[in-house]
């Protein structure tokens, strides 16, 4: 089984403010993939990362892939009240059935 | 453009009641997955579907759980004599076999409530 494990698992910041959450497991991923869930409602995708060391932007939102492809990050900057919601990262490996980590569960104040 | 959908999006229901849960997925989705979800928790993988073909199914997925997919397109999830420990968003998400990067595209779930 392949266990992702997310950092920190809740954070509750000012309107402004930089975060970074953390996706860890001890496999290899194929892809990785970032979701943001909104309460009562399905995860829907921020992002894929595929390649080890890869780098990807959306607007305020940095996303980072492990060189060894084991690991992701998540940086948001100035970080808006329209971010608040749970993000979740998952793996996909060989098997076509992603795994998904327990998610971040992020407040931002006004 | 039509996205996942699931019905009905709330179910509240008595213990031992059987409940059904539909989904149906993207158009050109051949792959189609169920996934619980509960409080505190990510998405926990149940079963998928290749067309109508159930490939794999959780160790999560106990007798009282049975999915189909009997045209290879709209799919349902029944769970007979339901448990309060059943309680729990029900997530369907779909994609293409020919996409090897693991994206997956959610239905708003149906969350279940069981008195």
């Known amino acids: 089984t392949q266990l992702l494990e997310q950092s920190p698992q809740f954070l509750s910041i000012q309107e402004g403010e930089n975060l970074t959450v953390y996706c860890n497991s001890s496999s290899v991923f194929s892809s990785l993939q970032w979701y943001r869930q909104e309460p009562g409602e399905g995860p829907v995708l921020l992002v894929t990362v595929v390649t080890g060391g890869e780098v990807k932007k959306l607007k305020r939102l940095t996303f980072q892939f492990g060189d060894a492809r084991k690991d992701s990050s998540l940086h948001i900057t100035a970080a808006q009240p329209g971010d608040t919601g749970l993000y979740l990262c998952a793996g996909a490996g060989g098997s076509y059935i992603p795994t998904f980590g327990r998610g971040t569960s992020l407040i931002v104040h006004p | 453009d039509t996205g996942v959908s699931q019905d009905p999006r709330h179910k509240i229901t008595k213990r031992g009641q059987n409940v059904t849960f539909r989904c149906d997925p993207i158009s050109e989705h051949n792959r189609l997955y169920w996934y619980r979800q509960t409080l505190g928790q990510g998405p926990e993988f149940l079963t998928y579907?290749?067309?109508?073909?159930?490939?794999?199914k959780s160790r999560l997925l106990s007798d009282r759980f049975s999915a189909e997919r009997p045209k290879g397109s709209f799919s349902t999830l029944e769970i007979q004599r339901t448990e309060q420990g059943d309680s729990a968003m029900y997530l369907c998400?779909?994609?293409?076999?020919?996409?090897?990067?693991?994206?997956?595209?959610f239905g708003e779930g149906s969350r279940l409530t069981v008195l």
């Open positions: 579907f290749q067309n109508e073909a159930q490939l794999e």
């Open positions: 998400a779909s994609r293409t076999s020919g996409a090897n990067t693991g994206e997956l595209f």
